[in-house]
């Protein structure tokens, strides 16, 4: 089933606009080089230093209660709540060769962030792209998965200084031996963060139809997260169609109107789920529908995201994974990163942004998500977060990037005194400032 509705995809396309076209989308920006003079190699990256603060507010209630609230610390030490750190330090080469039939893509990060923090220095982006069947364009290695605006694009083009909630804990994998239910065990992360890539090969491309533009991506991945391969015989499959009313311009910033939808449908396999231990396989869905704007002064978002299976659920108490608690009858207990196997959520966000000077923009974000929405209705969670933000742009590769981040988040099933309630009532609200150079 799978195969043929990649196929009816890439021929249907094919069929309807009949013409190749290096387009400004996402695939094509991260797979492909401008279809001009020959070159190469070019060497690029970009440097992330930022300063973050919360308040610092300790846990409220529960096991661990006094302890440092892993919400409120910064991560990915998670040992303070005021720091200056390195957040992205990445550095790579792209080039083509072939008469711009072969593209190839490197990226490694040797900043401080979940790429990084259990390994060190580490290998993002490695594809090589194919170009060299008509209307298809084949790229083959370790890369940006196709899924929403905000998972997929780039991350030196964003607004922000941080993810959503509903990009953060649905589609940033954490990736653990076990779903966090074993007694006495800390469950932690078994290696960097999915960063929003897979290992795998994709078919995309874009056709031009007057002012419009039409893309397509069909990718098939590990689903195992990046520099290791599969640890089963399972594969995920994404799909993404958009299509985009282009105003003008050229680049990650290009002016149009864009929507889009798209779907990643895979399994995930754990030592021991539920309590029980052996191995054991998770359906893990994601799908999603979202538009973007960007005309003059203004630029626009929106975003839906839909989650069945494999939700990222925090850890104990709100503790820092492997503390230990000291409160109560569940003293000696160690937090662990928890999952709800066979759960549901979704989530979504609309972002405004407007220049009110050539070099100033600010920008307003609100989006909420809705955790564990199926079964147990005690387990349900819901967050909120309304963003305020500024950027200065001091060329076109340097800018200053401020945000504030109302932070709000509560289990809405239960009593305002129960404790999982009290454990979010401490949650802070968050300051970033970040410069951002790409060179």
């Known amino acids: 089933m799978r195969t043929q509705l990649t196929t009816v995809i890439g021929s249907s396309l094919l069929m309807l606009f009949g013409s190749q076209a290096l387009a400004v989308d996402w695939p094509s920006l991260q797979g492909l080089e401008a279809v001009k003079k020959e070159k190469a190699m070019r060497i690029w990256g970009f440097l992330q230093p930022e300063y973050a603060r919360t308040d610092g507010t300790n ?3 529960g096991p661990w209660a006094g ?3 892993v919400f409120n610390q910064i991560g990915p030490d998670n040992s303070t709540s005021n720091t200056f750190d390195i957040r992205r330090a990445r550095l790579g080469i792209r080039g083509q060769f072939d008469y711009n039939r072969i593209n190839y893509f490197f990226l490694s990060e040797f900043g401080n962030n979940g790429i990084t923090r259990k390994g060190g220095a580490q290998l993002t982006d490695a594809s ?13 290695g370790q890369f940006k998965t196709p899924q929403g605006n905000e998972a997929q694009k780039a991350i030196h083009t964003f607004d922000w200084n941080n993810f959503t909630n509903a990009a953060n804990q649905l589609l940033l994998e954490r990736f653990t031996d076990e779903d966090g239910s074993r007694p006495g065990f800390a469950n932690g992360l078994n290696g960097a963060v999915g960063a929003f890539r897979d ?5 995309h491309n874009t056709f031009k139809k007057g002012d419009r533009e039409f ?3 069909v990718m098939v991945g590990n689903g195992n997260g990046i520099n290791r391969g599969d640890n089963d015989d399972n594969k995920d499959i994404y799909l993404l169609l958009s299509t985009e009313k282009v105003f003008g311009g050229r680049g990650a910033r290009r002016q149009g109107f864009k929507t889009y939808a798209w779907y990643i449908d895979g399994k995930r396999t754990l030592n021991f789920a539920n309590g029980v231990a052996g191995k054991q396989e998770f359906d893990r869905t994601r799908y999603g529908v979202g538009t973007t704007y960007r005309k003059g002064k203004y630029r626009a978002a929106a975003e839906y ?3 069945d299976g494999m939700i990222f659920n925090g850890s104990d108490g709100g503790a820092i994974p492997g503390a230990v608690a000291t409160v109560g009858p569940n003293a000696g207990a160690v937090s662990s990163l928890n999952y709800l196997t066979t759960n549901e959520a979704d989530g979504w966000h609309i972002d405004v942004g407007y220049k009110v000077a050539p070099k100033v923009e600010l920008g307003l974000r609100y989006d909420t998500l809705n955790r564990g929405t199926k079964g147990n209705p005690a387990l349900e969670r819901q967050f909120d977060t309304l963003a305020l933000g500024a950027q200065y742009f001091f060329s076109k590769r340097t800018r200053l990037i401020a945000n504030y981040e109302f932070r709000n988040a509560e289990a809405p099933n239960l009593p305002a005194t129960a404790v999982p309630n009290q454990i979010l009532d401490g949650m802070d609200d968050k300051l970033t400032f970040q410069v951002l150079h790409v060179f």
């Open 67 to 69: 302890q440092e609230a």
């Open 128 to 140: 090589v792209t194919l170009n060299y069947i008509p209307g298809m364009h084949i790229r083959i």
């Open 215 to 217: 893309t397509y991506a």
């Open 199 to 203: 290992v795998g090969i994709q078919a």
């Open 59 to 61: 846990i409220q209630a």
């Open 305 to 307: 995201v839909k989650a």
